[in-house]
């Protein structure tokens, strides 16, 4: 049975940096993307990054791309998010989740998420 | 780029079907067969429960259908039951590699 299993959320002031990470088991890690996405409290989904299996193509969306970097260790089945010069704006709950295939198609096993609160 | 266009809330009763659609450009739903949509519970993780336009994971209710034409997409369920009532959302992957959710869309079980 594939898990997938987010750490790294905490209360952070604006401009400052935080790590996400996110483990998977339970499947052939280095076959399969991988997203992050986020959801501000109230508010719908967001997609905000994918990297593809091999680590060969990393993809942003607008609102975090030159702020927001996503990595991956295929030796740990470890997928992370390095979220740079924070904004209130980003305060969420982020989700990593495992592609249905190589590249980014689907998003079709979800870990229960990590909170991330921007203030001072 | 802006969100996937989807109704903020439909509702039905119980056994009724009730339709969710989600309207994109040719730059993403237009393009391509690689429309996803997910069911979420409040305060949970999303659900995959349809992928590549129509296809159903494993598991997943034959009540959930979908499908798409031009640049919209469209899920059914059928059959409505009272474990039903969530919100809904679709995405598509886009020209630019990347993927767009929808605005997402509260199913409201009378």
């Known amino acids: 049975q594939v898990e997938v299993v987010e750490s790294g959320g905490g209360v952070v002031q604006p401009g400052k940096s935080l790590t996400l990470s996110c483990k998977v088991s339970?499947?052939?890690?280095?076959?399969?993307?991988m997203h992050w996405v986020r959801q501000a409290p109230g508010k719908g989904l967001e997609w905000v990054a994918v990297?593809?299996?091999?680590?060969?193509?990393?993809f942003y969306g607008d609102s975090v791309k030159g702020r927001f970097n996503i990595s991956r260790d295929n030796s740990k089945n470890t997928v992370y998010l390095q979220v740079n010069r924070l904004r209130p704006e980003d305060t969420a709950v982020y989700y990593c989740?495992?592609?249905?295939?190589?590249?980014?198609?689907?998003?079709?096993?979800w870990g229960k998420g990590t909170t991330v609160t921007v203030s001072s | 780029q802006s969100a996937l266009n989807q109704p903020a809330s439909v509702s039905g009763s119980p056994g009724q079907s009730v339709t969710i659609s989600c309207t994109g450009t040719?730059?993403?739903?237009?393009?391509?067969?690689?429309v996803s949509w997910y069911q979420q519970y409040p305060g949970k993780a999303p659900k995959l429960i349809i992928f590549?336009?129509?296809l159903r994971p494993s598991g997943v209710s034959y009540r959930f259908s979908a499908s798409k034409s031009g640049n919209t997409a469209s899920l059914t369920i059928s059959g409505l039951q009272a474990e039903d009532e969530a919100d809904y959302y679709c995405?598509?992957?886009?020209?630019?590699?990347?993927?767009?959710f929808g605005t997402g869309t509260k199913v409201t079980v009378l």
């Open positions: 989740a495992k592609d249905g295939q190589g590249v980014g198609i689907y998003m079709d096993v």
């Open positions: 339970g499947i052939l890690f280095s076959n399969f993307a």
């Open positions: 990297i593809y299996y091999d680590a060969s193509n990393k």
């Open positions: 040719n730059r993403d739903i237009g393009s391509y067969y690689y």
């Open positions: 590549q336009v129509s």
């Open positions: 995405t598509s992957y886009t020209r630019d590699n990347t993927q767009i």
